[in-house]
């Protein structure tokens, strides 16, 4: 059976992500009441803008994952579970950067290539698939897909610079 403070720390991790799953749907109510819809067509300027902010925060949770697979996972049960949870909420947050930019890319077509847009819509998925997984395959598929999502990126800052 698992002690107090493993214990304690599943409640608080479970807490958090109920409080961020209703922080999300809180933002996108808000975004939607505000008429912000991120299915509709967009201007470019304000699109290359968000894209360009959202590019440089991906970079962050890409650095962020990938020192985290350098790093040794810790030796106490309780710590390498939040280390992981913590990193899934880092691959969700990738995960739903990467849906948004999907949707605003396709406000710049044909302006972007359209390899782009296919690019920007098979990687939330793949970020969805590797949260569902666990152990050595969610590990290697992390590598591979920050890895990918590092070329990615490298076009997307090459089409923005293109206009």
């Known amino acids: 059976m698992a002690d107090r403070s493993t214990l304690a720390a599943l409640h608080a991790m479970t807490t958090l992500a109920s409080l961020r799953a209703a922080l999300r749907a809180g933002r996108a109510i808000a975004d939607r009441r505000a008429g912000r819809d991120p299915s509709t067509q967009e201007a470019a300027t304000p699109v290359r803008a968000w894209l360009t902010e959202a590019e440089e ?62 690019e920007a819509r098979r990687y939330p998925l793949e970020a969805d698939r590797l949260l569902a997984l666990d152990g050595p395959k969610h590990a290697a598929g992390l590598v591979a897909f920050l890895d990918d999502l590092a070329g990615f990126r490298a076009r997307l800052r090459a089409a923005l610079r293109a206009r």
């Open 57 to 118: 925060e991906m970079g962050t949770l890409e650095v962020r994952l990938h020192l985290r697979r350098v790093a040794a996972l810790p030796d106490e049960e309780a710590a390498a579970l939040a280390q992981d949870f913590e990193d899934r909420l880092a691959l969700a947050d990738l995960a739903g950067l990467l849906r948004t930019a999907h949707q605003k890319l396709l406000s710049l077509y044909p302006a972007v290539p359209e390899a782009l847009l296919e």
